[in-house]
Structures are given as structure tokens and as C-alpha cells.
DNA sequence: CTGAAAGCGCTAACAC
DNA sequence: GTGTTAGCGCTTTCAG
């Protein structure tokens, strides 16, 4: 019923043609130094010949390792994600490692069952921008019942003992608030995330700045998205109250943009009716319907340290105490703020 | 020297644990039927106490089978494909398969080192979006040679016994050059993309099209770009031109985005002074300065179809004559051809 | 430097 | 229904 593949090359084949032992054939492949320079000679050229491929499931089953690590990210379409994955797979592919995206859809359930698959397919280690509620904890537990390295990225859980690579959330929270009030704003709104340490970071650093500037915190201010379409939607909730926000700062950039689309299509003018704010910087940010003045989260840089970290892990025996990443966020002023 | 993991549950445990054999225990595993009632309650339960789950290394070695499927696309990034790659995950999964997502960087020697890794990770089968060169077919042929069932997308290569899932690209191009030609343009441009199907294709119905219409093609308005950078220069390079293009249509969405930054930075309104038209229909398209026309390649149900007719291929024994499936494209009037 | 022995955790095929 | 035998293709360990 399976389809039949064809045999592919077998170290025991080479081994067989050379009449050496299968041994000296893995050594060989495996770049071992003691091998005869005659012997290697023969075998690499007989390699090359076959254009033989070591059969990695087998090579991972007897040495209890798959080179393979596991990345679970809510969403690969919004474009943050996707260049952490890239990221990672840069940051990867040359120690030979592949990686294994998966797509949790924002889902905690889903989630989960995706980090079981990883754990039976053998995973060496695993990078999680977790859509876990804050207080179910069970899939890291699994994880570490396993003893199996991974670090978190994007998203924080305080309680959860292992590395971290992301933004300071409050920090670009702050930033944003700060820049839209530089910007003489007032009544400053704010689309929140998720409850997770993403969006309320940002939110504790929007009231933050808030509170430095002296400007009242207004809670009909505060709605809550999480992509482009739920932005608009929110925007729009905004859009009707009076008096009439003058700034909006969106969680992210997906929903920034879509604050933006409602924005326009009520006939208000960006910048100079309502200045808007997005997190994120990317791809497309400054190809919006009025550029995007943005908080860049270096996402092409957690990633590369997140594989960092867990690479290392995976090559030493003893855990060292979790390690702490934050990326500096940095303020790209584009023309939505007035710049 | 390898980072230690904790032993997992092993069939052999709940075996021992229960005085069955290993063999009863793994076809409770698979659901096989031969089990009696009773012995499989007793086992299912042990199971689920020790959260057992199985390793999916040894069972691929031994079922020569992986239950992995291999996608190369040239770049993640790009919004096409990760809707492409999320079709294909969504349509796969629920079979029990996994992703594995590699990104030839549109550059066709990685994408051949890709395809090996793939290989040598012994991937059930494998969907494509290949950056060879038309005349370059090695990388099929290997693939070929381990019989392994692969299906292409986007980009076609006739020379290849395999199936393919797309669009009809010369119909886009048509379709694209049409619009504008209705929409009173006669010096259409055209940022066309590589030389591959794609890319010849949608320039062969913009010729077509042009013809069609009594208009003389006219060599300096057709330049070449790949993404939303690139096509910025080209926009830049046809502004010069005089007469001026009244219409430029790129090849895909990030050029003809790209196009609309240089177009309203030299102060040209859109669209009343030029006419822009993209193709993909990508997620933020009428995010953009302006909101994007463009030709719908329903990249979801790209996805899915590929997937579909490869879990097919890798169900059954013979090879049937390979499908080709074209996906009608559809015209998404927005405002940046004035609807 | 080379190789024989043993086994990774599981499944296929067939006996009992 | 259940269990036995024999691997899958490779690496580990250790003896020569």
C-alpha cells in the first residue's frame, strides 16, 4: 500500500564493494581521524561515486540524536514570526541542524499536541513563542520531564526555568507612548494584545509613560486585537468615542495597519487627524497606506540568539542557570507619526 | 558530551510492566484489531499513566516511513508562500504527517542542498516551488532516482514527469494587462519577475494581451525585478522614461508595492497619474498606500491540493500519470487601478 | 588504525 | 489473540 521507494545507498553496500568493514565506511563519513589516508581515499571516492547519503533516521536512532530542533510559533503569516524563523534557520542550518516549524494558531491546545508530535518525533531541543495561558505550565513541565532543552522566545513566563530571548515589552510600550506624546498627543489609545507578557507589557508601559507625562490614564482607551482585521474593528470602537483619540499605538504592527485602514476610511488624515503607532517593524511597514512609525524588535536577532542558546544547551551536559536575552527595541519614526 | 535527555517510556516497559509481549503492546499502539478487549484496556491504560508516546525515529526506521513531507519555497518571507505553507500544513496534519519547511533563498544550488538534506531525512515525499534554472534538472532527477513522489507549485517545468499545482500565469498576466487596458492605460509597464514560469508566463499574457489590444509592445517598459527593494528601482528606472508609462504592473505583489513607493515619492498620484497592478493577493494588500489591485492566486488552496495529490502519490504503489491542476486567478479591483 | 559485537526502539511476517 | 524471530541502517564500545 506504501509507496515503494527505491533502496537508497547503504554504508554496508560501500563497505561490501571495498572490502573493508561498515565501521570503516561510517568513520569516514563521519570525518573520523583514525583512518588510514589510503583507506579514506578509497572510500571517499567510492562515496562520491554512489552519491551516498547517510540515512539519517537510522543515524539518529542509534546516536540518540536527530539534529532536527522543533520551533513552535503562533502564527508564521504575520511577518515577525516568520523572520525569527528565519532567523533560527540561518542561525542553524550550518551545524547541521533542520528545523521543524510549527504553527500553533495562537491555540494553547494545539500547542500542546504540537510539542508532543516534536517530543515523539525526538526533537534535540525546542523554540517556543508559547500561546500558553500564563497559568497552565504543563507543556514546559512534559518538556523538562523530558529533559530536553528549550528556550523561550517573544513571550515570557516568569515562572518557567529556562532561557529567554525577546523585547523588554514594557520598555517598548514606554517607547511608544513617549514618542506619540513627544509628538503632542493627549488622548493617546491603545490597542492591547493578548494577556500574555507581550501585551501587557506593552500596556503596563503605555500607562507608564502616561503616568510620567501626567496624562490621565482613560480606560475607554484601551480595547484589545491581536491582528490586522481585529485592529480595524477595534479602531473603528475607538473612532466613536468623544472626545476622539488623537494617537493610536497598536500592539503590533498588523493591527497599527488595520487601525489605520478604519482610520482613513472614516476620512480622518494620518498624521495630521490621528497619529498612529505600531511594534514590530516589518517587512511591509513603510509600504503602508502612510508609512508605519514602528518599534523594531530585531526579530531577525532572537532569532539568531535563541538558536544560539539552544544549540549550546543541547552541546553541554549540565544545565546552567537559564539565561535572560532582551533585545533593545529601537524607534523607526516614520510618516504616520508626522515625521 | 551531548546533552543528556531523561530515557523516555519505551514499548518494552509497558510490556514488562504488564507480562505481555512487546509486539501486543505496539499493535495497541497502532489501533490494530487483533487485540483482545481485555488486554488492550489494561494496556491503553498504562499507556496513558505513563504518558507514553511513541518514538517516531525508530518506528520510521523500522515502517521505512516517516510520516515527514519536505516543502521547499524560495522565500518565507514572502507572504505567498507561508499561506501556501500554511494550506499544506493544515491539509496534512489531521493525516498524521509533518512539515518540514526549507527556504532555497530563490537561489537553486541551496535549494539543491536542500532537497538532499531532505533525502537523507528520508521524507515521505515533497512539494516544491523550485528556483532551478528551466535548463538545470539534476535536482528532479535525483529525486526521481529514490522514486520518491514529489509535486511542484508556482513554478512549472514541463520537462518534468511530475504533478504540478498553480496558476495559469499566462492568464495572470493577461488578466492583469486587460484590467488596465480597461481601465484606459496604453503605456503599460511591466516589472516582470525571473526567468521562470512565472515569471515568462505572466510576460507572455502581458504581451498577449497588449497585442490583443492593438497596442505596439514597446521593449524599454518591461524591466525585471523580484521583490518589493527591487521593484522600487525598476519603478525608478521607468519613471525616466518618456513617455511616461501610464500603468505598471508587477509580477507579484511586493514589486508592484514596491513600485508605489518610488511612483508617490517622485509625487505622482496613484491613480490618477499611474496606474499599478500587483499579482498574489498577499495578506496586506490593501494595507498598502494604496490599496493594491491584484490577481488572486488562491495560494491557500495551492497548498492544499499539492498536499492532497502527494499524500495520494504516497498512498499508492504505481504512479499514475502525473495531475496538473491550474487554479483559476481571479481580478481583486482595488483602488490603486481606481475602483 | 581496523573491525566484531551489541544494540537504538520499533515493526513486518509469520508461527503458535 | 498472542508471541517469536529477524531485522531497519546506523553508531557505540571495545578488542585486536
Same sequence: chains 1, 2.
Avoid at 542561525?91 to 547541521?96: E, H, V, Y
Avoid at 516549524?101 to 518525533?121: G, K, M, Q, T
Avoid at 504543563?138 to 529556562?162: G, K, T, Y
Wanted: aromatic content about 6%; glycine content about 8%.
Amino acid at each position: 500500500m506504501a509507496h515503494t521507494s527505491n533502496p537508497a545507498v547503504r554504508l554496508k553496500d560501500i563497505a561490501r564493494d571495498l572490502n573493508v568493514s561498515v565501521m570503516t565506511v561510517s568513520k569516514v563519513v563521519r570525518g573520523c581521524s583514525d583512518v588510514g589516508a589510503e583507506t579514506r581515499q578509497r572510500v571517499m571516492a567510492r562515496i562520491k561515486e554512489l552519491n551516498y547519503q547517510p540515512n539519517w533516521v537510522a543515524r539518529s536512532l542509534a546516536a540518540r540524536r536527530t539534529f532536527i530542533i522543533g520551533l513552535i510559533v503562533p502564527d508564521l503569516m504575520h511577518s515577525f514570526f516568520a523572520e525569527i524563523a528565519k532567523g533560527i534557520s540561518a542561525a542553524i542550518r550550518p551545524l547541521g541542524y533542520d528545523v521543524v516549524i510549527c504553527n500553533s494558531e495562537e491555540n494553547a491546545a494545539v500547542e500542546s499536541s504540537e510539542v508532543d508530535r516534536l517530543l515523539a518525533r525526538q526533537v534535540d531541543g525546542l523554540i517556543l513563542a508559547s500561546a500558553q495561558p500564563p497559568e497552565t505550565l504543563s507543556v514546559f513541565e512534559r518538556i523538562e520531564a523530558r529533559n530536553l532543552p528549550f528556550v523561550l522566545i517573544d513571550r515570557r513566563f516568569s515562572e518557567v526555568r529556562a532561557p529567554y530571548v525577546g523585547a523588554d515589552d514594557e520598555a517598548i510600550g514606554r517607547m511608544a507612548t513617549e514618542h506619540l506624546i513627544a509628538c503632542g498627543c493627549r488622548r493617546i489609545a491603545h490597542i492591547a494584545g493578548p494577556k500574555l507578557t507581550t501585551g501587557i507589557g506593552r500596556l503596563n508601559g503605555y500607562r507608564a509613560a502616561l503616568d510620567t507625562a501626567g496624562i490621565a490614564f482613560h480606560e475607554p482607551y484601551v480595547v484589545h486585537a491581536t491582528d490586522d482585521a481585529s485592529g480595524y474593528d477595534a479602531a473603528r470602537l475607538l473612532l466613536r468615542l468623544s472626545p476622539r483619540p488623537d494617537a493610536i499605538f497598536g500592539y503590533n504592527d498588523p493591527t497599527a495597519a488595520g487601525a489605520m485602514k478604519a482610520i482613513l476610511e472614516a476620512g480622518i488624515a494620518i498624521p495630521s487627524g490621528i497619529k498612529v503607532m505600531g511594534v514590530g517593524n516589518v517587512h511591509y511597514s513603510d509600504l503602508l497606506r502612510v508609512p508605519l512609525s514602528t518599534i523594531d524588535q530585531r526579530s531577525t536577532a532572537i532569532g539568531q540568539q535563541a538558536a544560539d542558546i539552544l544549540v549550546k544547551a543541547i552541546g553541554s551536559k549540565r544545565k546552567r542557570p537559564p539565561r535572560t536575552v532582551i533585545v533593545e527595541p529601537a524607534l523607526v519614526a516614520r510618516e504616520s507619526t508626522g515625521h
